[in-house]
Nanobody
Framework: QVQLVESGGGLVQAGGSLRLSCAAS????????MGWFRRAPGKEREFVAA????????HYSDSVKGRFTISRDNAKNTVDLQMNSLKPDDTAIYYC??????????????????WGQGTQVTVSS
């Protein structure tokens, strides 16, 4: 079946950087809009970023705009999230998602076809 496997999470100090990666298998990767979501302790899941199928158009939540960058490599079936200037409020489990019907702007609906298991990001103050 389809697999989305996240990696790259960890513990970092405030102001630091992390790069998350999501490897997709058993799907036609370039037919899916890819996105990242996160769930902080005690909070609802929230949209972080999305990228369209060719990797040209991106969309970000206001809380990460200017600090995070999403990118994809359709030859390698991967989507990355570069996270800079991290804050303690960025602490969450980060999930990769694949959506066959969304656009980058509508990925925030949160009803993607496939989800990864998540990777923990902890930002210490």
């Amino acid at each position: 079946q389809v697999q989305l496997v996240e990696s790259g999470g960890g513990l970092v100090q405030a102001g630091g950087s992390l790069r998350l990666s999501c490897a997709a298998s058993r799907l036609t990767f370039n037919m899916y809009v890819m996105g990242w979501f996160r769930r902080a302790p005690g909070k609802e899941r929230e949209f972080v970023a999305a990228i369209n199928r060719p990797g040209i158009i991106t969309h970000y939540s206001d809380s990460v705009k200017g600090r995070f960058t999403i990118s994809r490599d359709n030859a390698k079936n991967t989507v990355d999230l570069q996270m800079n200037s991290l804050k303690p409020d960025d602490t969450a489990i980060y999930y990769c998602a694949a959506d066959s019907t969304a656009t980058a702007a509508t990925m925030n609906r949160g009803d993607a076809n496939y989800w990864g298991q998540g990777t923990q990001v902890t930002v210490s103050s």
